[in-house]
């Protein structure tokens, strides 16, 4: 039974203290990123995907880990170049009655390193090197749907290490969650966002596997 989406939007809020007021305009009252993250060309994707909800799962427990490793407050931070994508899939879904749910979006490098300590399977976790690309770069998400205020069923969790977990599974996936895991996939190729095959949840945009200089940009 996958969680109801009210008690992840409860969780994230309790998780950061940001419960939006009653009344607020999505995305309207977001706070300016850092410099740093400015600097680096980042977004806060609330300023992009204005009805998205955001439950960072490495901000809570609730990740392979188990424990927190974003510091509270933590924000969606995407490069510019993944908001023309992320809009356009976030309208094709819309238009479903569907609203994108980001799990992860920038992460920290030594989020990365912490998280292969905890499962050095690269199969899973990608390896930390001498470059950022994709999550540390900003330029890939890990995302879901939700539908009436809840989740879809995908098959499995996030961070799922099982060959459930791969795009295109059939085995152990229900016809339900395979179609489901399609129209996110199509929605997300609206936005010319890539499917990765080893994993349903994570998309990757433009110049994703780019090696870049490390960035040390605060997630908060
Ligand atoms: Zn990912």
Not at 31 to 38: E, G, L
Not at 119 to 148: L, Q
Request: with cysteine; proline share 8%; hydrophobic share 45%.
């Amino acid at each position: 039974m996958l969680p109801c989406l009210l008690t992840v939007l409860t969780a994230f809020a309790t998780a950061t203290g940001a419960a939006a007021p009653a009344g607020a305009v999505p995305g309207a009252d977001v706070a300016p990123v850092s410099p740093q993250a400015a600097a680096a060309g980042f977004v806060d994707v609330r300023t992009v995907v204005p009805d998205a909800v955001i439950d960072l799962r490495y901000a809570t427990p609730r990740n392979f880990v188990g424990v927190p490793l974003y510091p509270a407050g933590a924000r969606c931070l995407v490069h510019d170049s993944m908001a023309p994508g992320l809009a356009k899939a976030a309208e094709s879904l819309r238009a479903q009655g569907d609203v994108l749910v980001f799990w992860d979006c920038y992460r920290p490098h030594d989020v990365q390193v912490r998280m292969f300590q905890a499962v050095p399977n690269p199969a899973w976790v990608a390896k930390p090197g001498p470059y950022a690309r994709s999550h540390e770069a900003g330029r890939s998400v890990d995302v879901t749907i939700a539908a009436y205020g809840q989740l879809v069923d995908m098959g499995t969790d996030f961070d799922d290490f099982s060959a459930r977990a791969q795009a295109y599974a059939t085995d152990g996936v229900s016809a339900a969650a395979q179609a489901n895991r399609a129209r996110l996939r199509t929605a997300m190729a609206d936005g010319g966002l890539a499917v990765y095959s080893g994993e349903w949840w994570h998309f990757d945009g433009p110049g994703a596997g780019v090696q870049r200089p490390i960035l040390d940009v605060p997630v908060n």
